[in-house]
T-cell receptor, first 113, second 113 residues
């Protein structure tokens, strides 16, 4: 089955700097890659996703890039703000099976003012 | 519109007791998922319902865990003879037909004493 690895496990950044989280996946048939943000005590919320027919997607200060050949994808947060502090999870899915998302272990991001 | 809801929000039970956790998905969503999140950990898939198809139970950790979904809507996750290692946040998510995005509920925090 699919295996998703996520790095780093913790990330501390100064407000205004950029943050990058990287994930690798094992199943080359995976073709949908969402990112979720989970604030302390809250539910995971989808913040951005990318499909395998696209190499990059941006939404304001966040962007996701996908390298299908290398089987890795990354989340980029620019101009970080304290409210970006949260745990971020990547995930992978092969849509032909409409099955379960395989999640990475999560990255704790702390943005210090 | 209303999001995914779960009840109770918190449940404390004694070891050996049975518990039932409830999930109300977003109206019209055909797929429903249960995940478990232990303290500081990622999301562990438990079970997946899609329409009237047989559920994917491949993530259930033992035969003490079961789930049902009545009328294609509300789902109940039952844990029999609870153990201390069952303590976790149990998250439910739903997904609309022919789309990939999953929307999470707030979770039920289960504590087994």
């Amino acid at each position: 089955g699919e295996n998703v690895e996520q790095h780093p496990s913790t990330l501390s950044v100064q407000e205004g700097d950029s943050a990058v989280i990287k994930c690798t996946y094992s199943d080359s048939a995976s073709n949908y890659f969402p990112w979720y943000k989970q604030e302390l005590g809250k539910r995971p919320q989808l913040i951005i996703d990318i499909r395998s027919n696209v190499g990059e997607k941006k939404d304001q200060r966040i962007a996701v890039t996908l390298n299908k050949t290398a089987k890795h994808f990354s989340l980029h947060i620019t101009e970080t703000q304290p409210e970006d502090s949260a745990v971020y999870f990547c995930a992978a899915l092969r849509t032909d099976s409409w099955g379960k998302l395989q999640f990475g272990a999560g990255t704790q991001v702390v943005v210090t003012p | 519109g209303a999001g995914v809801s779960q009840s109770p929000s918190n449940k404390v039970t004694e070891k050996g007791k049975d518990v039932e956790l409830r999930c109300d998905p977003i109206s019209g969503h055909t797929a429903l998922y249960w995940y478990r999140q232990s303290l500081g950990q990622g999301l562990e898939f438990l079970i997946y319902f899609q329409g009237n198809s047989a559920p994917d139970k491949s993530g259930l950790p033992s035969d003490r865990f079961s789930a049902e979904r009545t009328g294609g809507s509300v789902s109940t996750l039952t844990i029999q003879r609870t153990q201390q290692e069952d303590s976790a946040v149990y998250l439910c998510a739903s997904r609309p037909l022919a789309r990939y995005e999953q929307y999470f509920g707030p979770g039920t925090r289960l504590t087994v004493t």
